[in-house]
């Protein structure tokens, strides 16, 4: 049976060009056989490292590159490097990627977001020595989050955290705290909120407004966990503020 080939490192020009290119962005997908064993990673000032594992359980083997960026649409590379950047992983094998703080200016009130990018892109077994053709690319990407001194996860007591008020038709969400809120469900009234259609994740200290029919008077929530999870429910009245003239 032909082995893979991939016309040695002559692919890396492809490889970066194509971290701007898919269209999509995969968390744990299960096709291809390409799959991470988590959805985030907390990153805390006195960790030394973090680490995270991609697995092939397919019967190819994929060229991986990975790095943590800015933001989704911004590829420049955040205060952290990943040991091994690339390599290729073959059939039924998995590989321990470990996350480095580089150090720099974080704020230190409260957690930084960054992105975990991974590009998992097939072999192809040839006949002959042909050169290998593309066809798809998967790319993960998955949220890091930064967490400074003065923060950790048992300073989290308050279970609860977020406000809600009605002015006119929108609901506005406030999230007085120094962590990122990611809201996993979301209803007013009990009608669900669809979160695939707009944002879903309060910075610290921020806010969203969600558009509203009628004049909803709770609002029920719950948000992911550090482990990818969804919190204890939450339920809460709408407090209502006037319109200001």
């Known amino acids: 049976m032909a082995q893979p080939t991939w016309r040695g490192l002559l692919f890396w020009g492809t490889v970066t060009f194509l971290w701007g290119m898919l269209p999509a962005y995969a968390v744990l997908p299960t096709e291809g056989g390409i799959r991470l064993n988590q959805t985030r990673v907390i990153f805390s000032a006195s960790d030394k490292a973090q680490t995270v594992t991609i697995t092939n359980s397919d019967n190819r083997t994929y060229l991986v590159q990975s790095r943590v960026q800015f933001d989704t649409n911004n590829p420049a590379p955040a205060p952290f490097f990943i040991t091994p950047p690339m390599f290729l992983l073959k059939p039924d094998s998995r590989q321990l990627l470990r996350i480095v703080h580089q150090g720099g200016a974080l704020p230190t009130d409260r957690e930084s977001v960054f992105y975990l990018s991974v590009l998992a892109i097939p072999s192809r077994a040839t006949k002959d020595d042909a050169p290998v053709q593309i066809s798809a690319g998967l790319q993960f990407l998955i949220k890091l989050f930064y967490r400074p001194p003065a923060l950790s996860a048992a300073s989290q007591t308050t279970l609860c955290p977020l406000h809600f008020s009605r002015q006119g038709l929108t609901v506005r969400v406030q999230n007085p705290t120094p962590y990122h809120q990611t809201l996993g469900r979301l209803a007013f009234d009990q009608a669900e909120v669809n979160l695939q259609t707009q944002p879903s994740m309060l910075a610290p200290m921020s806010a ?38």
Request: hydrophobic fraction near 35%; charged fraction near 10%; charge should be negative.
């Open 208 to 245: 969203l407004t969600f558009a509203v029919s009628g004049a909803p008077l709770h609002a029920e929530w719950q948000t992911i966990s550090d482990y990818g999870g969804l919190s204890a429910p939450c339920k809460q009245q709408i407090a209502t503020t006037q319109e200001v003239p």
